[in-house]
């Protein structure tokens, strides 16, 4: 699983998680690094003591990527959050006593709650309505404590909603529509379905946090695409691309209509150079994905 000691080394906290999957393979290809993955059955980071596996893997030249975390469509309660916030209290705390070069930490949008904008950017204020979001910004806040005392390097990527082959979240979005369109033959959607929300493929989130890892970028980033789609939209694609017939079912909503899009200067001019994946083809690639799965 690891690389000889050549470099920089890079240690991913989540490794099997969705995203860990999708990263971990990008970051062993960058050259002269070691990379090290572990997963949560490997590292339970809710203990202190399994961080000493780290011991004498960390040094002033790593960094160390943490994506571990309980998502919030698995159970967005108080023990979830506890279990959160506590695993990043422990890894403050490991960090606190071993000086490494950066620290990269998994945020989320979510951090902006259900806010109403036509250009969300990494000023903007943040206002989470639910524990994961809250839990995303209070372990920023430590994770910068620490990082200022300790004169770390620190990274903080703030994803839109994440899809693509692998995504077993259930969460109100593309994969929930891709296994309802398959299981039932029908999408449920909220309201009238204008929602504006901005998605990111899977390739496209493991690309982009591998160069902004892999460089000498610090501060805070949001990690989207710049175009936004209502769900209606999205539905309407898939439409398209679906050799199954399904129907739209729509039913009322139970938050407040909110259109967000971001502005996504700043990562323009990080990776001035990046291209996106075209929004039909990354959803034609997770639908045959999901087709594929289902079969087995």
């Given at each position: 699983m690891n690389k000889p000691d050549v470099g920089q080394k890079i240690i991913l906290l989540g490794a099997s998680g969705f995203l860990g999957r999708a990263l971990l393979p990008t970051l062993k290809g960058i050259s002269r690094t070691s990379v090290y993955g572990y997963s949560s059955r490997e590292?339970?980071?809710?203990s202190r003591s399994s961080l000493n596996q780290l011991n004498g893997i960390l040094d002033v030249q790593s960094t160390v990527v943490i994506l571990s975390a309980i998502t919030r469509d698995r159970k967005?309660?108080?023990e979830a959050a506890e279990k959160n916030l506590w695993m990043i209290k422990n890894i403050v705390n490991y960090l606190g006593e071993t000086p490494i070069k950066k620290c990269v930490y998994l945020s989320s949008s979510a951090v902006y709650g259900n806010i109403h904008s036509?250009?969300?950017?990494?000023?903007t204020r943040v206002s989470p309505v639910n524990h994961y979001g809250r839990t995303k910004v209070e372990s920023e806040i430590l994770l910068r404590g620490t990082a200022e005392t300790m004169k770390i390097g620190l990274l903080i990527l703030r994803p839109v909603a994440?899809?693509?082959?692998?995504?077993?979240?259930?969460a109100y979005g593309i994969s929930r529509f891709l296994r309802a369109i398959l299981t039932d033959s029908q999408i449920t959607l909220y309201g009238d379905g204008s929602d504006v929300r901005d998605h990111?493929?899977?390739?496209?989130?493991?690309?982009?946090?591998?160069?902004?890892?892999?460089?000498?970028?610090?501060g805070t980033y949001n990690?989207?695409?710049?175009?936004?789609?209502?769900?209606l939209e999205i539905a309407e694609t898939l439409e398209q691309i679906s050799p199954v017939p399904f129907r739209l079912h729509f039913q009322p909503r139970n938050i407040p209509l909110a259109h967000q899009r971001f502005n996504t200067e700043k990562l323009k001019k990080a990776l001035p150079t990046f291209q996106f994946t075209d929004l039909k083809e990354s959803l034609t690639e997770t639908f045959q994905a999901f087709q594929k799965e289902l079969i087995k």
């Open positions: 590292m339970d980071l809710t967005d309660g108080e036509d250009s969300i950017t990494e000023e994440v899809f693509g082959p692998g995504d077993t979240h259930t990111l493929y899977i390739k496209d989130f493991a690309l982009l946090a591998r160069e902004l890892i892999a460089g000498d970028f610090t990690l989207a695409t710049g175009k936004s789609y209502s769900f």
